[in-house]
């Protein structure tokens, strides 16, 4: 049972609500970022996700941010980065999200480009429609999940002293790449991004391609 | 076995510089999936839903390179929710259809989806193209190869079971 009096969850959306994972998620996803280096395109999935990667690296131009279209963000991903097999990329994504599309796993294990990078934030809920629990939390395990599609680099990170490896993993991957991060549930202030998605996407090919 | 314009409209895709072929198999794309597997020098992308065709052409912009999306009719069904992607973003994105419950048609699972094809995709927003003989091919392609990266927007080619040949049951 959750401790409620001491829930810091308490006038959040979240409050009362709990998942296996104790990592911070915010903390977990700027370490994994900031082991990438500056050069990483990175494609946010839509909610949770895509707040903590502007968290971590601003509103800044390498990243593209989803705003709904939710299941659609690995794909990009991996349209990315067929695109730029010289750079790397990084998709963000939450379980909810990926949990929409899961198949898109096998098409990144097929395709298996190693630059590509995939990181499920998993809270074990659906937090944007109000934190109802998801597959997740009831037994289904994302990582088993992308071992089975055929993903040959894959790790569950539970601790702390795990990001560190996987960071190193996906950057020196010879082929695509899961990394499952088992966070707290909790929700994190929001942090505002333009919902104008063509703004984005012309901003991100100026600064990678020199062009709208 | 192939027919002259299905050779003719790769030739087209691959002088416009698309280079990211991805497809669910189907019959009536054959050999435009055969021939980009084939093909060292393009990405030919084996989907396990048609909608992850959409967020990978507009990932493919997003990084330079063009996609075209190959799918069968019943795919464009997949495909709804994910085409908020392409107009919210303004993403060019390029669709060859190839047509069931359409002209001859004999399985009626096919109809409902067939039937509603170019209602939904126009409620979309995608421009349709509609091919029936194959005379019109060459120029169709071009025209729609055009208007989706030159224009941005996104284009269907639907190409017609007169065209393909409905498939037989017996």
Known sequence: ??????????????????????????????????????????VAGLAGAKGD???????????????????????MGLGLALAQPDKRVLVVTGDGELLMNVGTLAAVAVANPSNLGI?????????????????????TNLATMAQGAGIGAVRTVTEEDE?????????????????????????????RFSWDAAFHKNRFRQALLGRP | MSADWQEETYGLLRQAGIDQFAF??????????????????????????????????????????RGVLLMQSSGVGNCINLLSLIRAGR?????????????????????????????????CDVTCLRIDEPSEVPRTIDAAITMAFNSEMPVAVLLGQKLLGAKKFS
């Open chain 1, 119 to 139: 990181v499920c934030v998993d809270n074990e809920h659906y937090g944007e429609t109000g934190f109802q629990r998801s597959h997740t939390g009831l037994g």
């Open chain 2, 91 to 123: 993403f060019p994105f390029l669709t060859l259809i190839s047509m069931r419950g359409d002209f001859g048609e004999g399985n009626p699972w096919q109809m409902p989806m067939g039937q509603s094809t170019q209602p939904v995709l126009e409620a």
């Open chain 2, 24 to 65: 669910v198999p189907d019959a009536g794309h054959d050999h435009l999936i055969k021939r980009s597997i084939a093909d060292p020098d393009v990405h030919a992308i084996a989907l396990t839903t048609e909608e992850e065709g959409v967020g990978l052409l507009a990932g493919a912009h997003l990084g330079g390179s």
């Open chain 1, 53 to 75: 990667v502007l968290a971590a690296v601003g509103d800044d131009p390498r990243v593209f941010g989803f705003g709904g279209a939710m299941g659609a963000a690995t794909s």
């Open chain 1, 163 to 191: 990001l560190a490896e996987a960071g190193e993993m996906l950057r020196q991957s010879n082929g695509s790449a899961f990394v499952l991060l088992k966070v707290a549930v909790d929700e994190p202030p929001k942090i």
């Open chain 1, 1 to 42: 049972m959750p401790d409620l009096k001491n829930d810091p969850n308490k006038g959040t959306r979240a409050e009362g609500k709990t998942a296996s994972g104790h990592l911070d998620r915010r903390a977990a996803v700027k370490a994994l970022l900031d082991s990438q280096g500056d050069d990483v395109l990175i």
